[in-house]
């Protein structure tokens, strides 16, 4: 059974860092795309930073050049560090894994930056 446990979130203040990880165990065959998803309270998921299935990475606008994403294949475990924090980034951030046949979704960690 595969599962994705995240971890690393918590309070901080803006201007502040945090490093999330997400641990994936389980029989996995293809991974097609791998990521960072955050959903803030009354707005939609949405998408923070993926490795797609050619290697390259994608971030969203809001994150770019504060917020890097990395894996450890040997670990199994998916990054994202962020820094320069602000109080917009507050959300409960959910690790995504798209393989064949079926996608998967984390648990969420809180991420809660003060200003």
């Known amino acids: 059974q595969v599962q994705l446990v995240e971890s690393g979130g918590g309070l901080v203040q803006a201007g502040g860092s945090l490093r999330l990880s997400c641990a994936v165990s389980?029989?996995?065959?293809?991974?097609?795309?791998m990521g960072w998803y955050r959903q803030a309270p009354g707005k939609q998921r949405e998408l923070v930073a993926a490795f797609i299935s050619d290697g390259r990475t994608n971030y969203a606008d809001s994150v770019k050049g504060r917020f890097t994403i990395s894996r450890d294949t040997a670990k199994n475990t998916l990054y994202l560090q962020m820094n320069s924090l602000k109080p917009e980034d507050t959300a409960v951030y959910y690790c995504?894994?798209?393989?064949?046949?079926?996608?998967?979704w984390g648990q969420g960690t809180q991420v809660t930056v003060s200003s």
């Open positions: 389980g029989s996995i065959f293809s991974i097609n795309v």
């Open positions: 995504h894994m798209v393989t064949t046949p079926r996608d998967y």
